[in-house]
């Protein structure tokens, strides 16, 4: 539901004001803490049982591996004159494949919050 007060607020008040239960910048900011903690948390365990060389040698692969995705990435948003992904699958896969992205997408989110909700 939407604060009726929420449009009568600064940006800088809705940016950094009161996190309220519920709200969207609150669910936004706890699927990033739980995606950083979980992966944070497994980087350690993953070196553990590659030892120190392999494993420092698989973080930069997975480093040059996410530069290399988010390089194409920017460069076909470019090409293709896409504002988001989803734009961008739609201009090259075509439409089927771009209500399939956003089902996944849609997915993604709520699982992850369910997740989260079992874990807490």
Do not use: H
Not at 29 to 54: D, E, H, K, Q, Y
Not at 57 to 68: C, P
Not at 96 to 105: C, L, Q, S, T, V
């Amino acid at each position: 539901m939407i604060n009726s007060n929420s449009t009568n607020r600064s940006f800088i008040q809705r940016t950094f004001g009161k996190l309220e239960p519920g709200s969207l910048r609150l669910a936004i900011l706890t699927l990033i803490n739980t995606a950083v903690g979980a992966g944070m948390l497994s980087l350690s365990s993953s070196i553990a049982n590659l030892g120190w060389g392999l494993g420092l040698f698989m973080f930069f692969v997975a480093a040059f591996n996410l530069y290399l995705g988010l390089y194409c990435f920017k460069y076909f948003l470019f090409k293709y004159d896409a504002k988001i992904y989803t734009e961008l699958v739609k201009e090259i896969l075509g439409e089927k494949f771009e209500k399939a992205i956003n089902f996944i997408f849609i997915s993604y989110v709520f699982c992850a919050l369910i997740a989260y909700i079992l874990v807490t």
